[in-house]
Every structure is written in C-alpha cells, then in structure tokens.
C-alpha cells in the first residue's frame, strides 16, 4: 500500500523561494509599522503625562499598546496612568454613594469596572479597594428598588411606554428581580389590548383583530387576546360571491376563461377576512330559489340572496368586447455586404499587409406582431342594502411582436447596404447585429388574453381589497 507523508506541506504545495521571500518582507513591514505606530503614541502619551494630562496619556499608552503589546514604555506609562484613571472613577463610586445618589453611583461603578476590565484584557492588573463590590450590591439595591416602585406607580398611572424603559433597565442591573418580566409583559401589550377593545366595542373588527393578533403572537395567553381575536374575525369577516359573467362579444367562452382568472385572483389575496363563496353553491341555492343575478338590483331582492348565500357582497360582470389579432410572419429580403481580409504585398515598403473587401450578398429581415384587447364591465353590489359597493369598465390592450434578421453566412462580418453601397459605420453595424440577435418567439393569441385576463382580475382584487380596508 502507498502511502503519503504531509510532515513538509511544501512536497503537496511548493512554495517558490521568491514567494517565499515576498512573505517574509511583508510581515517585516507590518511588524515595524505596528512597532513605529505604537512608539509614536507612546512618545506622545509621555509628552501629555509631563504636561498633566493624565487621562489623555492613559489613552495614548492604551493605543499604543494595542498596536504593539510588547512596548515596555506603554505597559509602564498605562499601569501607572490608567491606575489614576481608575482611581478617579472608584472616588466618583465612593463619594456618589455617600450623597445618597444612588443612580450615579450605580453607574459610577460600572464605568469603573468597565474601565478596569478593558485594560485587563491587555495583560495589565490595576488595583482597586475590593471591598466596594459590597458597597455597589448595596447601593444598586437601594437604586433598583427605586425603579421598581416607580414603575409600579407609571403601570397604575398607564403610563406604560416609560414605565417599559425603566423595567429594561431593572432587568439589565438585576435580572430575574421580582415580578419584572411579568410587569414588562404587560407594559408592552397592554397599551395594544385597550386600543384593540376600544376599535372592538366600536365595531372596526379589522383594526381590532390586527391588535389581538400582535399581542397573540407576543403572548398567546394574555388576558381574553386570542378569544376576542377569533372573535373579530368572526363578526368582521366579509364573504363574497363571484356571480356569472355575461358575454357580449362575438368570443365564445371569454366569460368563463375571465371568470376563473377573477376567482383564481380573489383566493390568493391574502387576507383573513376574505371569504370566497364557492360557484357551484352560488349557482345551486340560485336555481334552487328560481332567481337569477340579474335579478339582483333591488334592496328586498340583494337581502334574499346575501341570507341565502351568506355573504356580504357578489361581484357581477359583463364582457363587453373581445378582439384578436393574430399576424402572419412578413419576409423581406435585405441586401447586404459580407466583409473579408485579403493579403496584399508593398513592394516599395517590402512587406505584406492586409485589406478589408466587401462582397455582396442578401440577408433575410423578419417581422411579426399578434393582439388581443378585451373591455370588460364589473361591479359589487352589496347583499345587505342592495347598493353598488364599486363599479368600472376594464380595457385592456396586449400586444407582441418580433422584428429580427437571419444571414446564412458569418454574422460578425455582415454590413448593411443602401443604394450607395456598404454601410460601415459602428451606429449601422450594431443596429443590423441587434436584429439578427433579436428575440424570435412571439407571444400567442391565447398567452396575450391570458394576460389580459390576469391584469383584469388584479385590477378587481384590488377594488375589492380597497373596499375591506374602508
């Protein structure tokens, strides 16, 4: 069996002696910019540390050794500057606490270890009386108390927005205090329970159900929230019936291609109180009762129907045209010149050179073009008043067509010609190359009045989206 040793990395992938080089005085320039760099904010930090400067020097000394850990001078310019700076911040902890502020001296504390564990993280031990651990415990104590008590009183006030901010910063100084995860719970959703109730009483289902249902997602057993959100969906919810579409173009079927387009369209919107009744159940209770839709325009006669049907609205429509316009491909043939290179010899320069010629030739141009335009009526009208929620008459106008060019020969070296002769301008030659590059597949007839379809049922969704919203 064969076997590889990988104890020298350079046998599977060989490193040149130049590359090999190039690394070496690349990390050579990196380590002394990094020594330069740090030498430099060094100098500087002594400069301000003679001159008082004490908390600008620990500074420098602290930057200085973050470019270069191994500067002596830094490690000892920082010890002794960031011990004063530590200092000041433990004399703010001491003092602030002794006044009673508590607040400040929570925060005073912080700052100090804070301070203490950034230059800690450099190797470097500054001192500080441990004994003021207890002394924060205690103070924070006092301070988180505080909060606590206040935010009960904005909680009962409902003030609930700061009363939310203060029990963060509960939860950052102790957390797990109390009932403080409960409280924030309620501070946040219960400003969205008392809206929500206030749009339920007063009959916006739909704002109501949104509110319900954000408090829902956040926390699914507050208070009656996933009840009353079901129940808005209930008392809000808005059935609709898709009625038959007449036809009067002289296009068989078109009603019926366009009604499963609009049918298709409604189901997809995506709305919880959006509820299409089915055809067949429409057409049925309909035939059942001998009425017909378009016996739909009185008051008495919209009720009958809605109690049968169960919903609140029915959209009715007429194709009032359809027109179609299939073309046939037209061929036109196109003179052209087809360019090429012939060697030719200088006898006075004694070397060869070459020239572009141009021969004729004919090249093949292309068009075609197909139509489809449709004018449909629609409108709703409400089943429980009788009266036309929204109407419009729909005109749509789809079309396609191709315009290319095909060459037999090589395309790259086809010119364009008019009664002059060859045409070989950059403006010309791209023009001719953007035909014979051209798209070639034209759009059906049936693909066009697909999509015409399509934009008429989205015109009618959102009719019908804009009308639930109201």
Known sequence: MNSMSISNPNRIFPISKAVKALFIVLGSIFFLYGCNGSKALSKKAVKLEEAGLY???????????????????????????????????????TKTKAMGENKEAVYAYLEAMAYHDKVERLGIELNYPRYISDDYEDVKSAYVKELYNESNELMADKKFQQATIILKEIEKLEPGYKDVSALKNTAVNEPLY???????????????????????????????????????????????????????????????????????????????????????????????????????????????????????????????????????????????????RVKLYNKEQDKHYYQTRYKPVTYKEYYNANEVSISFQYKAISLETGEVLFSDIAEKKIADDVYYASYDGEVTNLFPANDEGVLTSRTDKNRLLGLLRAE????????????????IASDLASELTKLMRQ
């Open 55 to 93: 908390s600008d020097a620990a500074l420098f000394y602290y930057n200085s050794l973050l470019k270069n850990r191994n500067n002596i001078d830094a490690r000892i310019g920082l010890t002794k500057m960031g011990q004063r700076m530590l200092n000041d911040k433990v004399d703010d902890f």
């Open 194 to 340: 008392l809206a929500a109730v206030q749009h339920f009483d007063a009959g916006r289902y739909r704002l109501a159900y949104y509110e319900f249902d954000e408090i829902y997602r956040a926390d699914p057993n507050y208070k009656d929230a996933a009840i009353l959100r079901d129940e808005c969906l209930d008392l809000g919810k808005f059935p609709v019936a898709i009625g038959e579409f007449k036809n009067s173009s002289n296009r068989k079927g078109v009603n019926d291609r366009l009604a499963a387009f609009v049918i298709t369209e409604l189901s997809s919107i995506n709305d919880p109180f959006l509820k299409i009744v089915e055809r067949d159940n429409l057409e049925l209770i309909l035939e059942e009762q001998r009425m017909s839709l378009s016996g739909i325009v009185d008051e008495g006669t919209a009720v009958q129907v809605g109690n049968l049907l169960g919903a609140k609205a029915i959209i009715t429509g007429t194709v009032i045209s359809y027109d179609e316009r299939q073309g046939r491909l037209k061929v036109s043939e196109k003179k052209g010149y087809e360019g090429y």
């Open 440 to 455: 070639r597949t034209l759009s059906t007839v049936d693909q066009l009045a697909n999509t015409a379809y399509s934009n």
